[in-house]
């Protein structure tokens, strides 16, 4: 008998048995099937199952309506329903309607996910900015070290050179030092002796002059 029924999407099928043909949708009491390559796929096609009960034949006389092989293409065949899957047919459009629930749900969460998605990529774009500033920052720092450790060593440098012209000068200085008093030593023994002269001097001036006045 002829089984005058619409579901509403898309069955999406894909067996070993059936491995070029992408989808089937049901239209009233026509089926479109959808794919490429449909003649190796619908040679192989002997019924859609709803679960386990065979719905729907393909008729032999069908394949031969199959053109533009290696493209998308549309075939129409008529549909014949078994006693055994009338009552399944009310289940199929049940699980499509949720289905098709479910499906929203999905591309709602993607929706959601698609957003947290740019929201990420923004962030990471910040990210890269805030550390491409970082990095120019700590070369421009590193810089500022090398140039610091260079002026440094400068002073390093100048600082070992005043020392050791310092060390030089004490070193004069320290001469100079032990001159002075080498010379105030001699100059102590010529003021002895010289005192000692006077000293002497003293004692005999009398003599000496009262020898003068006599003469």
């Not at 393909?58 to 092989?69: H, P, S």
């Not at 920052?137 to 310092?166: A, G, P």
């Not at 023994?189 to 005999?204: F, P, R």
Request: with cysteine; aromatic share 6%; hydrophobic share 35%.
């Amino acid at each position: 008998m002829d089984c005058f029924f619409y579901i509403k999407g898309w069955l999406y099928i894909g067996t070993e048995y059936t491995p070029n043909i992408k989808r089937i949708g049901f239209y009233g009491n026509k089926i479109e099937v959808i794919g490429e390559n449909l003649l190796s796929g619908l040679n192989q096609l002997e019924s859609v199952n709803f679960g386990n009960n065979p719905c729907v034949n393909v008729d032999a006389t069908t394949r031969e309506q199959i053109q533009d092989l290696n493209k998308n293409l549309h075939l129409w065949c008529s549909v014949t329903c078994s006693a055994d899957c009338m009552d399944h047919i009310d289940v199929v459009q049940d699980n499509v309607v949720k289905v098709d629930g479910n499906l929203k749900v999905i591309e709602g969460v993607q929706s959601d996910e698609r957003d947290r998605l740019n929201q990420v990529q923004e962030n990471v774009v910040k990210i890269d900015e805030t550390v491409r500033n970082i990095e120019d920052v700590q070369s421009q720092e590193k810089d500022r070290l090398d140039q610091v450790q260079e002026n440094i060593q400068e002073m390093e440098i100048e600082n070992t050179r005043e020392r050791d012209r310092l060390d030089g000068r004490i070193d004069e200085y320290a001469i100079e030092i032990g001159a002075i008093n080498s010379n105030i030593e001699t100059m102590e023994e010529q003021i002895d002796y010289l005192t000692t002269i006077v000293n002497s001097l003293t004692v005999k001036l009398p003599t000496i002059i009262g020898t003068k006045v006599r003469v």
